[in-house]
């Protein structure tokens, strides 16, 4: 049986505290990396960010608490995983982080809550280590809905392990390929040429490369 979902709290994951909370092991790693490269486009924006794959909404409680000036929407499609973002937000007490919701990236008309409630596009989609843990849909609907969503200059920011030119950039990334292959053959490290073409057919264009440790990187894309 492959995995159909990657879910914290399985498969050797830290358990949940007894309010919900998760810990993505990863994110002490990368929290900080992940700031340094994001917070410049996020410095610019006004208005709503949502975040889709939440996980365990360690990286939107952190980011919401440095950038005051902006709302923050997490979303999730696995019920722990919001649970978890649920009990890091009430911990934090923050204004400007909205309850978390589902939004499912298999879904090529997915829709973020908000948008009822503020009326405005979004200045910003955070999306951190999702395509690669899940079908190549989830990119392509990825891209769709940031160029439905996304005001005109607003970004889309994602970060992950990425192959150029269809290599692999370091053995490291192409062992981890093979793993997440052999967990489910629809996963998959992509192509930052070929995410970038798709962006780019929906109206966004990838404005900067950050390299970041481990072989991944940061991709800024922008809303034309
Ligand atoms: C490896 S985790 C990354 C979580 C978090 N962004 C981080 O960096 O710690 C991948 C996340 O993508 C979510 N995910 C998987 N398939 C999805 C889909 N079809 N739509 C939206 N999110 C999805 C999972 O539930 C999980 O929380």
């Known amino acids: 049986m492959t ?4 879910e914290f709290g399985k498969n050797g994951s830290p358990p949940a505290a007894v309010d919900g909370r998760l810990d993505a092991p ?3 790693r990368n929290a900080e990396p ?3 490269a994001i917070a410049e486009f996020l ?6 960010v949502l975040e889709i794959g939440s996980g365990t909404g360690q990286h939107i409680v952190t980011y919401a608490a440095r950038a005051p000036h902006l709302v923050f929407w997490p979303s999730d499609i696995v019920e722990s995983h919001r649970i978890s973002i649920e009990a890091y937000r009430r911990d934090a007490a923050l204004g400007n982080l909205r309850a978390p919701q589902s939004i499912d990236l ?8 908000g948008q009822r409630d503020t009326d405005q596009a979004l200045a910003a989609v ?3 280590n999702v395509i690669h843990i899940a079908p190549w849909t989830v990119a392509q609907n990825l891209m769709r809905g940031a160029g439905r969503h996304l005001k005109a200059g607003g970004l889309l920011l994602t970060y992950g392990p990425y192959k150029r030119g269809g290599a692999h950039t ?3 990334n192409e062992a981890f390929d093979t793993s997440l292959r052999g967990r489910n053959p629809d996963w998959g490290i992509r192509d930052l040429e070929t995410v970038a073409d798709v962006a780019a057919q929906n109206g966004l264009a990838l404005v900067k490369t950050v390299a970041m440790p481990a072989n991944n990187l940061v991709l800024a894309f922008e809303r034309r």
């Open 3 to 6: 995995e159909a979902r990657f």
């Open 26 to 28: 990863a994110f002490h």
């Open 34 to 36: 992940i700031w340094d």
């Open 43 to 48: 410095a610019g924006q006004t208005g709503s």
């Open 106 to 113: 298999m879904r090529p008309d997915w829709e973020w809550l």
């Open 126 to 128: 955070l999306c951190f």
């Open 170 to 172: 370091a053995p490291s």
